[in-house]
């Protein structure tokens, strides 16, 4: 079978196609197809079944291209992994940020879950290993509700250095001492706003991002409020912060129950939440897994590893 696949005028064939066209040969190892260009459009041969998919994938690699103005490797896996009829257009999830050609969208199916709970439900809580998403996509959801002026105000909190927060023994004030801690947070507000906008944001306490501490005794109103290394938390801090819900408000709770750090014998806030609240109409509860890793392709075997590692001690 051979079809023609028209290049979109998008003036970047050196990023779709890759450095001395890798990502052409890519798709022809991968996909078992004859890739070859012509002028403005694509050839491509083989069977049937590798030719459709060589096409698909070509076809969102081009618009991935144009939304993200990038095209790595990684993506172009990623990209593959999704095609196929049994797969659900997640163009529906796309979320809008302050960044310019900034969309970003979920790359697997229990991301399009866990952005769908978000917006469905007052209180989710997200389970899973390091690189699935789950504080990068919550960040997100806050940023595009603030933006379209859904909410006022986005606060992030996380547990600092441990569930009982001993900070003292660190040098300089608080801000020094808290944010290696809050690091994470700031990097993916960074990715989708620029940096003299969050300053703004933060100055006007739109956005804060603080020890889980800071949250007692207040109420948080028209509000996205993320805990993220939930995990780690007590249940009565888990209490504490669920208690701070107002009007108007949405709370995400995120965390990797499998990576707890609290001392031994002490039971993690997150998991008596769940247990106690996932029947609850309004809270959702999502698990994303190993094959929702979207990080450097090596990432998901490492978990896997560990993770048998761990079974085995």
Request: proline share 0%; with cysteine; aromatic share 4%.
């Given at each position: 079978m051979e079809i023609t696949l028209k290049l979109e005028p998008i003036g970047k064939r050196l990023e779709l196609f890759g450095p001395a066209d890798s990502h052409l040969k890519m798709l022809r190892k991968e996909l078992d197809v004859q890739v070859t260009a012509r002028e403005n459009s694509l050839i491509i041969k083989g069977r049937a079944e590798n030719v459709n998919s060589a096409a698909e994938v070509l076809d969102k690699m081009q618009k991935h291209l144009v939304r993200n103005d990038t095209l790595s490797t990684n993506d172009i896996e990623l990209l593959m992994e999704k095609r196929g009829p049994g797969d659900k257009d997640s163009t529906g999830a796309a979320i809008i940020v302050y960044a310019q050609k900034k969309i970003i969208e979920p790359s697997t199916?229990?991301?399009?879950k866990y952005i769908e709970t978000m917006l469905k439900n007052d209180i989710t809580f997200c389970v899973g290993p390091a690189g699935t998403g789950k504080t990068y996509l919550a960040v997100a959801v806050a940023v595009s509700m603030l933006k379209k002026k859904q909410i006022r105000r986005i606060i992030l909190a996380r547990p600092a250095v441990e569930a009982g927060e001993k900070l003292g023994f660190l040098p300089g004030d608080i801000a020094a001492k808290v944010n290696p801690y809050l690091r994470p947070l700031f990097d993916a507000l960074?990715?989708?706003m620029d940096f003299g906008q969050m300053k703004k944001f933060m100055e006007l306490d739109i956005i804060e991002i603080i020890p889980l501490a800071f949250m007692r005794?207040?109420?948080?109103?028209d509000s996205v409020i993320i805990c993220d290394e939930a995990q780690n938390t007590l249940p009565l801090q888990m209490l504490m912060v669920l208690t701070r819900l107002g009007l108007g408000s949405k709370m995400i709770i995120t965390g990797d129950i499998t990576q707890i750090d609290l001392e031994k014998g002490?039971?993690?806030?997150?998991?008596v939440a769940i247990e106690k609240l996932r029947r609850i109409k309004g809270?959702?509860?999502v698990e994303l897994v190993q094959k929702d890793i979207v990080r450097h392709k090596l990432v998901q075997n490492i978990v896997r590893?560990?993770?048998r590692n761990s079974k085995g001690n």
């Open positions: 199916k229990g991301q399009l960074e990715d989708m005794g207040r109420t948080l109103n002490k039971k993690s806030g997150m998991i809270i959702g509860c590893a560990y993770g």
